[in-house]
């Protein structure tokens, strides 16, 4: 089956539909565990999550891996991806996730986040952990995580990459200069031990509106360093 699926998007670019040759890669079950067990308590709010991608390929090539990883590949590695949208609960480590099993996904439902989400294995863990305690529909939750995504703008990641001595703070407000009505405390910044940015996480409210973000929730301080990777 995959080679016919080779031959024919070799010879036919444009049968294929998008996201097949992706999801060709069929993705295993993600299932909770001792250290990640089922928890189903009321949702206060979300998290959008977006991988900063230049960092995440620099530490992935640094620890030996290759070029499989797809979030690596073409334009993708010079921007954000979307890592998922997460419902948050009403505390510190009370957020609702894995809150009833889901089957693998199909290729068909891969095909609707594949574009924002470029890897099927991340997919079926954010399906199965997050979005099933939001919808019964996977492609109903790729479908607003995607929408959410799409409606973000980046600043100049590139003159950020090259400021000595950037605080948190001044990330945050360049990242909500760059989307009306978005506030510097409205968001949280995951950055590794290093001081190398990671992962940006928006807050939204009930309404998937940006909010400022509860208290407890982590992340790095204002007044600490970042440093970014250059796209």
């Given at each position: 089956m995959r080679?016919?699926?080779?031959i024919m998007a070799f010879f036919l670019p444009g049968l294929l539909a998008p996201g097949v040759a992706a999801a060709a890669d069929r993705p295993h079950a993600e299932l909770p565990s001792a250290g990640q067990p089922a928890r189903r308590v009321p949702t206060t709010g979300y998290t959008l999550s977006m991988i900063w991608t230049p960092e995440h390929c620099f530490a992935?090539?640094?620890?030996?891996?290759?070029t499989g990883d797809p979030q690596c590949s073409g334009s993708a590695r010079t921007g954000f991806t979307l890592h998922g949208l997460w419902p948050d609960g009403d505390g510190p480590n009370r957020w609702p996730q894995f809150c009833h099993p889901v089957a693998i996904l199909t290729d068909g439902q891969i095909a609707t986040g594949i574009g924002a989400t470029p890897s099927a294995q991340l997919l079926q863990h954010e399906w199965a952990k997050h979005g099933s305690?939001?919808?019964?529909?996977?492609?109903q939750y790729f479908q607003l995580e995607d929408g959410l995504y799409a409606g973000i703008h980046a600043p100049d990641m590139a003159s950020?990459?090259?400021?000595r001595g950037l605080t948190v703070g001044q990330f945050q407000s360049a990242f909500a200069?760059?989307?009306p009505g978005m506030r510097a405390d409205m968001m949280r910044l995951n950055v590794n031990k290093n001081g190398w940015l990671e992962e940006v996480w928006l807050c939204l409210g009930l309404d998937k509106r940006?909010?400022?973000?509860?208290?407890g929730q982590g992340g790095a301080q204002p007044g600490d360093l970042v440093k970014v990777q250059a796209p």
């Open positions: 080679w016919l699926l080779l992935d090539a640094r620890h030996g891996g290759g305690c939001m919808t019964d529909d996977p492609v950020l990459a090259h400021r200069a760059a989307n940006p909010r400022t973000c509860p208290a």
